[in-house]
């Protein structure tokens, strides 16, 4: 049997983006009652500039049942279609693990670890389950889990920027036979302050350490400017010779 790889290439694609535009239109549609809270969301994808053109990385934003915010930011090992697919149904186990049951961010994620192998293609993926809560004028508080992701970053109005580097714990499908509950961190988030989940993306510069990435970011996160110019110009400084794709996920506080 003889397979056009390019057209079959390009239908996954179309389906795989099908699937990650339809669940940004909901999203940005169900966040609309965040935005008239003044909690500012934006977001960005940038496909690597050289390769398949799609790949593993993702991120989402949706209200829980309490009206809690939940914030995701992943990245599924690989850099093809295969990656973009399981990107995809982890996307979709991950939203309806999280609505389901108010369990702590380090319980949602176990059940997507143990469930990942039985019902996803995923060999290993990162990922950042976040949620911010608190009322409408704060204060808010950012309660996390990371599995083997890059840590949050937080930019505040004082001109600091740290790494929340608590809450982590092994990526998904490396915890096969390891009892006990994943660590998880809380963190008091400042009004005004800028809340960054981003992929390895933005930090893995070729021929340099991963200090040197990290240093670069936050340089970078410190400008002071509306969130979405924030997030066009973070992605427009894709490492030179990168062969990685970008998922950028902001949020920024009020000022009561």
Request: charged share 20%.
């Amino acid at each position: 049997m003889n397979i056009d790889w390019e057209r079959a290439a390009a239908i996954q694609r179309s389906v795989v983006g099908g699937v990650l535009l339809a669940a940004i239109v909901v999203s940005t549609y169900r966040l609309l009652a965040w935005i008239t809270r003044r909690i500012q969301l934006a977001a960005r994808y940038q496909p690597a500039p050289a390769g398949s053109q799609v790949g593993g990385d993702w991120y989402d934003a949706f209200t829980l049942k309490g009206g809690t915010l939940a914030l995701v930011i992943g990245d599924v090992v690989g850099h093809d279609l295969t990656a973009a697919a399981g990107m995809a149904q982890l996307h979709d186990i991950l939203r309806s693990l999280a609505w389901d049951r108010t369990d702590p961010t380090d319980a949602v994620v176990d059940r997507l670890d143990d469930a990942m192998h039985a019902i996803t293609t995923v060999p290993m993926a990162t990922l950042v389950l976040a949620r911010v809560e608190g009322p409408d004028n704060g204060p808010w508080t950012l309660r996390w889990t990371s599995a083997g992701h890059p840590p949050p970053l937080l930019p505040t109005p004082d001109g600091h920027a740290q790494y929340l580097e608590a809450g982590q714990g092994l990526l998904l499908g490396a915890r096969q036979g390891i009892m006990g509950r994943r660590p998880s961190a809380a963190h008091a988030l400042p009004p005004g302050s800028t809340l960054l989940l981003y992929t390895d993306g933005p930090v893995e510069i070729p021929g340099s350490d991963l200090d040197t990435g990290l240093g670069r970011l936050r340089r970078h996160a410190l400008a002071h400017e509306p969130l979405d110019t924030l997030c066009d110009q973070l992605s427009a400084r894709m490492p030179p010779g990168s062969t990685d794709d970008i998922a950028l996920l902001a949020l920024r506080l009020p000022v009561p």
